[in-house]
């Protein structure tokens, strides 16, 4: 069946808030000198290793009790829903696709949900957990996981003082429209989402005014790649707001040995997208900058690869 979903309220926001701060301590923010003035906004010391965390709680906080919850990931917002299943005790399925990363996959079945593996794509697995009973968390498409995920924003209030530039990478959009909204709030940030430069779903339905499908190819940064679903909210709330930008493969991994190199950082390839931009020359900064690191979950056979490839 069709997936709806409306833009965040300034309620959803505030629940988020709470819902958030009530399980998860804040992330770190730590200097870098890879970038001049630069910050590093800590999401892979989640207790899951990513963000998406923050919007599962949310998501599963605004659900009335006993409500079944189903949803489809490319992995980090799986792990995310496990966790707060965990914490809250809901009840949900989350379906893969058969291409998604083995150690996510992993990590979701070591929470009590139900974990399907339907296509070998995210949009399979997506039209396929759409079908199912339950009421659908998208991993971007939903008013209280974009709350979720502007938490960070929340944090940074208190962590980063303006006037900031924050840079974040974005797939569906749910962590780029909720730290839009959050600079809303704020005043004094601009936000910039950074796209796999296979996968530009986001900045083409910005420009376009509607989704529209473009063509995918594959990424290290397997968390950024995908489609749109018809009638998804974020490009709505980003459009006019934000900048876009697309990063290379070959940019995000000269990222990530800088983080291993200079900081001893572990990132997966969408984690490091935003770094990546930076230190591209592709984000016009205002202020101190901050790179959200998004994401540490990948096998270590592909993150040795990353780091001694040529």
Sequence with gaps: MPHTARPPIAADLARAREAVRAVLEPTPVVATGLVPDGLLKLETFQPTGSFKVRGALAALAALPPGTPA????????????????????????????????????????????????????????????????????????????????????????????????????????GLLAGLSLWARERGGVRVVGVESAASRAVSAAVAAGRVVPVEVGDSLADGLVGNLEPGCVTPGVLRGRVDLVAVTDAEIRAALRALFTVHGLVAEGAGAAALAALLAGKVEVTGRVVAVLSGRNLTAPAYAEVLTRD
Excluded: C, W
């Excluded at 995310?80 to 379906?95: C, F, H, I, K, L």
């Excluded at 944090?155 to 974005?170: F, K, S, Y």
């Design 70 to 173: 189903v949803t489809a990931s490319a992995g980090n917002h799986g792990l995310g829903m496990g966790y707060a299943a965990a914490r809250t005790g809901a009840d949900v399925t989350v379906v893969v696709s058969t291409r998604a990363s083995r150690a996510k996959v992993a990590g979701i079945g070591a929470f009590p949900v139900r974990l399907v593996e339907h296509g070998e794509s995210y949009d399979d697995a997506e039209a396929h957990a759409l079908g199912l009973p339950g009421h659908y968390v998208s991993p971007y498409n939903d008013p209280h996981v974009i709350a979720g995920q502007a938490t960070i924003g929340a944090e940074l209030d208190a962590q980063a003082p303006g006037p900031l530039t924050v840079v974040a990478p974005v797939g569906g959009g």
